[in-house]
C-alpha cells in the first residue's frame, strides 16, 4: 500500500497532523493499534456511560488550536465551570489552593508550623533548585509541600520528588514572560492583549458534550470525508530505513497478519523508546540505550457508578492522603450531564498511576473494583451499597516520565532522528514531553507543514516562552506558510504581534540610554558652568564670583577664573555624565524589578496550579 | 564593571520586555522643565519674602548676575517665574534634543 503520506498514531497528535495535511493537500493514512481513535484522549463507553482516561479540559493559549477545537466541534463544544478540591486527611481543601483556606483546614498549630516554615523558605531558599522537592518547597516551604504536594505528586509518578526534575513544575509556569506579567497585571487580572480573559481558563473549561473521544471521533470523520483512512487494529513494529530515509512501516494485526506501508513521508506519534526500537536496521547502541532507558508511567481508572444524584460537586478532586492508594478521584456527570445515559446516576473515576510491573497492575477487575469500593467510603465519599456496577479502564505509557537524565537522553534521541528527513516524531509519548492536547496537537500541525518544505520546530513546542503560547490567528493569514517564521535554519512560531496594549508596553518600558542621558546632561551642566563663570568675569568687579567659587569645595581647581571656566567646564560635564548615566540606570533598574515583582506574583499564583 | 557592561546588562534584561530604546519629546521635556523651573525660582523667591520680609535672600539675590532685573521682591518673583521658566524650557529642550541625538548617533 502506498500513499502521500503515513501518520503513525490515531491520538490527538496522529489526527491533527492528517488533518492539517488535508488541509495541504496531502492524502495521508493513519495507522492506530487501537481500535479507538483519541489515544488517551479517547472517550470509553460501557453500558450507555460515559468517560475519559482521567478528565480532559480543553483549554488552549494557542488561538490556532482553539479554532481548531471549534472548525472540530462547533456547538458540541460546551463551556464547564470548574470545581476541584484536595481531599487531605478527612478535609477538603480549595484548589488552586487558597492561603486562608488552606490555613483554616490545617488547624492553628499546624497552620503556625506552616507559616514559620513558609518564612524560613522565603529567607533561606534551597540554593540548587533542580529536583521538584527544591522547586516547590522554595515557593511554599517545606511544611506546604509535604502535604499539597508530596503526597500527590509521588502517587502520580511513583518515584520520589526529589528525583523529579524540576522541569516538570517548570514547564507548567514557564510561559509566564515577564512582558504578559506586566500585561496580565496592568490590563487586569489575566486578560490578554486583546482582552481575552485567560485566568477563566482556570475556572472553567471547554469539553465536548459526548466527551473528548467526540471531538477525535468527528475528527476522523472528517478526515474520511476527504479520502484519508484510519486503519485500526495494526501495531507498528518495524520502521524501515535505508541511506537516511524512511521506506516503509510494517505493522501486525492482532490475528498476526502482516502489512506494510510504504510512502514519502512518516510522521509517527507512537512512544519515543518504542519508536526507535522499530526501527529497521536499529541505530547506534547509543541511541538505543538511551531510548532503553525512557521511562512510561502506565495508569488505570476504576469507574463505579452510584445510585446518586449528586455525589460530590467538584469535576474531580485530588487525592492526597497517604491512607488510599487513588490519586484522583473524578465525577464525569459534572464534566457534562450526558456522560451517564440516567441522571439519577453519577459514575465516579478513581485514578490508579502505576508502573505495570505493580502488583495491582495484574490484578482482575473485580478485585480492582472491590478496591475502588473500599476506598470511596474510607475516604467518605459513597458508602458501599451505593455503587450497583463498576469497569477498570488500563492506558499503558500514559504519562512520560521526567527523571534526572530524561532530557540528555531525549537529546541523543533528538540528533540521531535528524538523520531520517522524512520521519518525524510528534506527541506527547512521540516526543517524551508533558504535553496536554493543545500542544501535542501543535506538533501535529508543525510536522504536516513540515512535509510541504516549512522548517517548523516541533521539539520546540511547550518548550520555549513567548512563542507558540502567543501565536496569534492573525498571523496565519499574513503568510501562505502559516504563522511561522524563521530563526536561523528552523522556523518557529511568530513572536508576540504588537497590538495596542503591548505597543504602551513597549514604549512604557523602553529603554533610558544612560550614555546619552549623561551627555545631555553633560553639555547642559558644562556649558552651563562655563557660561556662568564666563558671564561674571565679563561682568568684573573687585571680587568677581566670591560664592559661584565655592564650588571648588565639589569640582577640585575650579575658580571664577578664565581658566577656571574651563576647568568648571571639563568637570561639570563628567559630573553631568554620571549623573545622567547614574539617573537613567536607576529608573531601568527601577522598572525591572517593577516587572520581576509582578512576574514574581503571577510565578506564585500560576505555581499554585502545578498538581493539574 | 565597566560602563559598557553595566550598560549591556540592563540592557539585557529590559529587552525581555521592550527592545525599544526611550525617546525624549524634546519640546514636552522642555515644557515640562519650563513649568517646574518658573515654579521653583518664584516659590522660592516668595517663600523668602513671606519669611523674612524685604531685603530677604541675599544669596538667591545674586541670581541678577544672569537674570537682567531680578531680585528677592514681589516684582522679582514674578521675573523669576518668566526667567525660571525660559532656562528650564531652554534646558529641557537642549537635554532632550542632546539625548535623542547621540540615541539616533549610538544606534
Ligand atoms: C490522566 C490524563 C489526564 C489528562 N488530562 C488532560 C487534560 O485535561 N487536557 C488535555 O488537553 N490533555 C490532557 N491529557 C493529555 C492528553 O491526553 C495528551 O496530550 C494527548 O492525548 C496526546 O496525544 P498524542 O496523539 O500525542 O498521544 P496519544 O493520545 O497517546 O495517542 C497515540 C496513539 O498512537 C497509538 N499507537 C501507539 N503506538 C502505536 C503503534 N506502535 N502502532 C500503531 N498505533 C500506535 C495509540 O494507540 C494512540 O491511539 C491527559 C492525559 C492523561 C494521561
Known amino acids: 500500500m502506498s500513499s502521500g503520506a503515513l501518520v503513525i498514531g490515531a491520538g490527538p497528535a496522529g489526527l491533527t497532523s492528517a488533518y492539517e495535511l488535508a488541509k495541504l493537500g496531502i492524502s495521508s493514512t493513519i495507522i492506530e493499534a487501537d481500535e479507538q481513535v483519541g489515544g488517551l484522549s479517547r472517550t470509553v463507553s460501557y453500558k450507555g456511560y460515559r468517560f475519559d482516561i482521567g478528565g480532559h479540559r480543553f483549554f488552549s493559549k494557542v488561538p490556532l488550536i482553539n479554532e481548531l477545537w471549534r472548525e472540530m466541534l462547533s456547538e458540541d463544544f460546551l463551556l464547564r465551570p470548574r470545581l476541584s478540591r484536595i481531599h487531605y486527611r478527612g478535609h477538603f481543601f480549595d484548589y488552586p489552593l487558597k492561603a486562608a483556606n488552606a490555613l483554616a483546614g490545617l488547624g492553628p498549630i499546624e497552620a503556625f508550623l506552616v507559616m514559620l516554615s513558609y518564612s524560613k523558605a522565603k529567607m533561606f531558599p534551597s540554593a540548587e533548585e533542580t529536583n521538584l522537592e527544591q522547586w516547590v518547597s522554595n515557593r511554599f516551604g517545606q511544611r506546604l509541600y509535604e502535604i499539597f504536594f508530596k503526597t500527590y505528586t509521588e502517587k502520580v509518578w511513583g518515584i520520589p520528588c526529589n528525583e523529579i526534575s524540576a522541569d516538570w513544575a517548570a514547564q507548567r509556569i514557564k510561559n509566564l514572560s515577564l512582558k504578559e506579567a506586566i500585561r496580565n497585571a496592568l490590563l487586569g487580572a489575566g486578560k490578554s492583549a486583546e482582552g481575552e480573559v485567560i485566568t477563566t481558563l482556570i475556572e472553567q473549561f471547554h469539553y465536548p458534550r459526548l466527551g473528548p473521544g467526540m471531538m477525535w471521533d468527528c475528527c476522523k470523520d472528517l478526515l474520511a470525508e476527504k479520502g484519508n483512512e484510519t486503519v485500526h487494529g495494526i501495531k507498528v513494529d518495524k520502521i524501515r530505513h535505508r541511506k537516511g530515509r524512511v521506506e516503509s512501516v510494517v505493522g501486525h494485526r492482532s490475528n498476526g497478519e502482516r502489512v506494510e506501508f510504504d510512502a514519502d513521508h512518516f510522521i509517527s506519534s507512537m512512544p519515543l523508546r518504542r519508536l526507535i526500537q522499530s526501527l529497521d536496521p536499529l541505530p547506534p547502541d547509543e541511541v538505543l540505550a538511551a531510548a532503553n532507558s525512557l521511562r512510561y508511567r502506565d495508569y488505570l481508572t476504576v469507574v463505579l457508578m452510584a445510585k446518586r444524584e449528586d455525589v460530590f460537586p467538584d469535576n474531580w478532586i485530588y487525592i492526597h492522603s497517604p491512607e488510599v492508594k487513588m490519586g484522583r478521584i473524578q465525577n464525569y456527570k459534572n464534566w457534562s450531564p450526558e456522560m451517564v445515559p440516567d441522571q439519577s446516576r453519577s459514575s465516579l473515576g478513581l485514578e490508579y498511576f502505576l508502573w505495570q510491573q505493580d502488583e495491582e497492575w495484574t490484578w482482575s477487575n473485580d478485585r480492582l473494583i472491590d478496591l475502588g469500593i473500599k476506598e470511596c467510603a474510607q475516604i467518605g465519599l459513597v458508602e458501599p451499597d451505593e455503587i450497583e456496577d463498576g469497569t477498570v479502564v488500563r492506558m499503558k505509557k500514559a504519562y512520560p516520565v521526567y527523571d534526572h537524565n530524561y532530557n540528555d537522553r531525549v537529546d541523543i534521541i533528538r540528533n540521531y532522528l535528524e538523520t531520517l528527513p522524512n520521519l518525524q516524531t510528534i506527541g506527547r509519548n512521540g516526543l517524551h514531553r508533558y504535553n496536554n492536547q493543545d500542544h501535542s496537537m501543535l506538533t501535529g500541525v508543525y510536522a504536516a507543514r513540515n512535509v510541504v518544505g516549512e522548517k517548523n520546530d516541533v521539539w520546540a513546542v511547550n518548550t520555549e516562552q513567548d512563542y507558540h503560547e502567543e501565536v496569534r490567528s492573525s498571523e496565519t493569514e499574513k503568510s501562505s506558510t502559516g504563522y511561522t517564521k524563521t530563526m536561523g535554519d528552523r522556523a518557529v512560531p511568530m513572536p508576540i504581534v504588537q497590538d495596542e496594549a503591548d505597543q504602551i508596553i513597549q514604549t512604557a518600558f523602553a529603554r533610558l540610554d544612560g550614555v546619552a542621558l549623561g551627555v545631555a546632561l553633560g553639555v547642559v551642566i558644562g556649558v552651563g558652568l562655563f557660561l556662568a563663570t564666563m558671564i561674571l568675569l565679563l561682568k568684573g568687579g573687585e571680587f568677581v564670583g566670591p560664592r559661584l567659587g565655592l564650588l571648588r569645595n565639589f569640582l577640585p581647581g575650579y575658580e571664577v577664573t578664565w581658566g577656571g571656566s574651563l576647568i568648571g567646564l571639563a568637570e561639570g560635564s563628567l559630573l553631568g555624565f554620571g549623573l545622567g548615566f547614574f539617573i537613567a540606570s536607576l529608573r531601568n533598574w527601577g522598572m525591572m524589578a517593577y516587572a520581576y515583582l509582578l512576574r514574581r506574583r503571577a510565578e506564585t499564583e500560576a505555581a499554585k496550579n502545578v498538581l493539574d | ?107
Not at chain 2, 1 to 29: F, P
Not at chain 2, 72 to 97: D, E, H, K, N, Q
Open chain 2, 1 to 107: 564593571m565597566t560602563t559598557e557592561s553595566i550598560t549591556m546588562a540592563g540592557n539585557k534584561q529590559t529587552e525581555e520586555i521592550s527592545r525599544e530604546v526611550m525617546r525624549i519629546q524634546a519640546g514636552v521635556l522642555a515644557m515640562v522643565c519650563a513649568v517646574l523651573g518658573g515654579l521653583l525660582l518664584f516659590t522660592m523667591t516668595v517663600w523668602l519674602l513671606l519669611k523674612d520680609g524685604p531685603g530677604a535672600g541675599p544669596h538667591l539675590s545674586l541670581l541678577g548676575n544672569y537674570f537682567i532685573g531680578y531680585s528677592v521682591s514681589w516684582f522679582g518673583s514674578i521675573l523669576g517665574l518668566v526667567y525660571g521658566a525660559l532656562t528650564g524650557g531652554i534646558v529641557g529642550w537642549v537635554v532632550g534634543s542632546i539625548y535623542n541625538l547621540v540615541v539616533g548617533f549610538r544606534k
